[in-house]
């Protein structure tokens, strides 16, 4: 059984800092690429970062660029989300999913996904 459970959320003020964890079992982590996603309270959800399998490469959208980093623990089956210069807008639920396809931009390319967890940000 595939599951991507991730951890880390919770309240923060702005200007702070948070790092989101995904645990993933049940797949090959090795092989699958690793994206980030968030919805906000009332949008769609939103593609932020991936990190390819091997962590070579890593792709951001421009409004996390700067601020959020993301990386991968091929040997623990971890990847993370550094959230930095944290924003009341950052304010979502996040997203941890796994993919075949780089760069997967789009939630239907992701093949696996986590629960989720909740990030606040105060102003």
């Known amino acids: 059984q595939v599951q991507l459970v991730e951890s880390g959320g919770g309240l923060v003020q702005a200007g702070g800092s948070l790092r989101l964890s995904c645990t993933v079992s049940?797949?090959?982590?090795?092989?699958?690429?690793m994206g980030w996603f968030r919805r906000a309270p009332g949008k769609e959800r939103a593609f932020l970062a991936a990190v390819n399998l091997n962590a070579v490469s890593t792709y951001y959208m421009n409004s996390v660029k700067g601020r959020f980093t993301t990386s991968r623990d091929n040997a623990k089956n971890i990847v993370y989300l550094q959230m930095d210069n944290l924003k009341p807008e950052d304010t979502a639920v996040y997203y941890c999913?796994?993919?075949?396809?780089?760069?997967?931009?789009?939630?239907?390319?992701?093949?696996?996904w986590g629960q989720g967890t909740q990030v606040t940000v105060s102003s």
């Open positions: 999913a796994a993919s075949r396809s780089w760069v997967g931009r789009t939630a239907s390319t992701y093949n696996y």
């Open positions: 049940g797949l090959d982590f090795a092989t699958y690429n």
